[in-house]
């Protein structure tokens, strides 16, 4: 069983930085594409970054192009999730997910479709204060 588990969230001043890692198990992790989702209040859950591997590049939403973006260490099983000059709309629950990696194009690009991603962490709260 796949098991994704989030940690490094907590409540900042906006302009400050924070360091998500979710660490996983259960599954061949250099098998899977990692991602980040985040959820705010009362909206939609939203795709922010995905990676396929160490060597590929990151696919960051464009909410997040600039002060986000994530990293893997396939050695420790873990993806992380660098946040720099936070905002208080970026306060949500974030959520760490994997996708298998199967097909040729899932190795060519990382779209942040929820429905793509069958395994979900329960997710790290971040707050940002203005």
């Known amino acids: 069983e796949v098991q994704l588990v989030e940690s490094g969230g907590g409540s900042v001043q906006a302009g400050e930085s924070l360091t998500l890692s979710c660490v996983a198990s259960g599954l061949r992790f250099t098998d899977y594409a990692m991602a980040w989702f985040r959820q705010a209040p009362g909206k939609e859950r939203e795709g922010v970054s995905c990676?396929?591997?160490?060597?590929?590049?990151?696919y960051d939403a464009d909410s997040v192009k600039g002060r986000f973006t994530s990293s893997r260490d396939n050695a420790k099983n873990t993806v992380y999730l660098q946040m720099n000059s936070l905002k208080p709309e970026d306060t949500a629950i974030y959520y760490c997910?994997?996708?298998?990696?199967?097909?040729?194009?899932?190795?060519?690009?990382?779209?942040?479709?929820?429905?793509?991603?069958?395994?979900w962490g329960q997710g790290t709260h971040v707050t940002v204060s203005a």
């Open positions: 997910a994997a996708k298998v990696l199967r097909y040729r194009r899932d190795y060519e690009r990382c779209d942040l479709t929820p429905e793509d991603f069958t395994s």
């Open positions: 990676i396929i591997s160490s060597e590929s590049g990151t």
